[in-house]
């Protein structure tokens, strides 16, 4: 009696060990395709994946850098969390970065076809990657989980722009407060710096055949003008109303000889209006430097 109770005590610890064999088979299976889904990793250079456990390959986070559309410039990461149920079930993904966005809400559940009812075992990381990419290239607004984003996106395509600047650069949308994610941090002396013009940015003058015909010799303009020179050659009206002041400001440490020539390259890029205005402003300034 004793040896028939001692045989179903070990059938029983080896049915459990069968048991604790098959799940950590099942493990294996997982761990052994997200290793298989990552050696095959094809990036494309707007996204990077982070290990903070390299032994840990369940679970990791991904950073999407749009460099087009209308996120171009922000910094988002997303939480991947592997189940053991991987390539049959799909992984868990959420945006840790709060982002105005119509198929990403304020939690950061992700509104993508493939994480859902589209999932198929043959997918693998590198399909949720683009899929998730192509979010911020094609907002969807037909399938929204943020309702009042997807409802600006269709109506006021303008508008719905410059909420997303206004929320990467961290701001309000309505009640909505959104922390500043954009991929460069600007400070001190950076932060006067813009994507397309900086007057603290070294600049190497070269010679300007406009102010080479005025002057009669080669002209070297200082710091100041030819940046403006150039901006306003690249950028038109809109860009000479803008820097209307600080042209104002560089005349002011330019010898009197060289103004004129700056001048007659700048006016006639102004509206009539404008051009009153400045016409008295930089009389003001003339007599000043005279």
Same mark, same amino acid.
């Given at each position: ?16 060990a ?8 099942? /493990?294996?299976? !997982? ?25 840990? $390959? ?36 959420k ?32 399909? %949720? ?20 984003? !997807? ?17 990467m650069?961290g ?10 994610? $954009?991929?460069?941090? $600007? ?11 900086? $007057? ?9 055949? %406009?102010?080479?015909? #005025?002057?009669?010799?080669t ?8 940046? #403006? ?10 860009? !000479?109303?803008?820097?209307? *002041?600080?042209?104002?400001? /560089?005349? #002011? ?18 509206? *009539? ?15 000043h430097?005279?």
């Amino acid at each position: 009696m004793i040896k028939l109770f001692s045989l179903k005590q070990q059938k029983k610890d080896e049915e459990s060990a069968g048991g604790t064999k098959g799940s950590s088979k099942k /493990a294996s299976a !997982a761990q052994l395709r997200i290793q298989k889904d990552i050696n095959e990793l094809n990036l494309p250079k707007t996204c990077e994946i982070d290990f903070s456990d390299h032994d840990d $390959l369940l679970n990791f986070k991904l950073v999407i850098c749009p460099d087009e559309g209308f996120y171009k410039a922000g910094k988002f990461v997303f939480s991947f969390k592997v189940g053991q149920g991987y390539p049959h079930d799909p992984p868990k993904v959420k945006c840790e970065t709060m982002v105005y966005h119509p198929n990403i809400d304020l939690e950061g559940n992700v509104c993508l076809n493939i994480l859902r009812e589209d999932w198929k075992p043959v997918l693998t990381i590198n399909s %949720i990657i683009y899929g998730l990419q192509y979010l911020f290239l094609e907002p969807n607004p037909e399938d929204p989980l943020n309702k009042e984003a !997807a409802e600006v996106l269709q109506n006021n395509r303008r508008l719905f722009e410059q909420n997303v600047q206004r929320s990467m650069r961290g701001g309000y949308i309505g009640s909505t407060y959104f922390e500043r994610c $954009l991929k460069i941090e $600007l400070s001190g002396s950076a932060a006067r710096e813009t994507t397309t013009f900086s $007057l603290s940015r070294p600049y190497n003058p070269s010679p300007c055949p %406009i102010l080479e015909r #005025l002057q009669g010799s080669t002209a070297q303009a200082s710091h100041c003008s030819m940046p #403006l020179l150039a901006l306003v050659g690249a950028r038109g009206a809109r860009a !000479a109303q803008f820097f209307l *002041p600080v042209l104002s400001l /560089a005349c #002011l440490e330019m010898p009197s000889p060289q103004i004129a020539p700056v001048v007659l390259v700048y006016l006639p890029h102004l509206h *009539p209006p404008l051009f009153f205005c400045f016409v008295f402003f930089f009389c003001l300034i003339f007599f000043h430097a005279v």
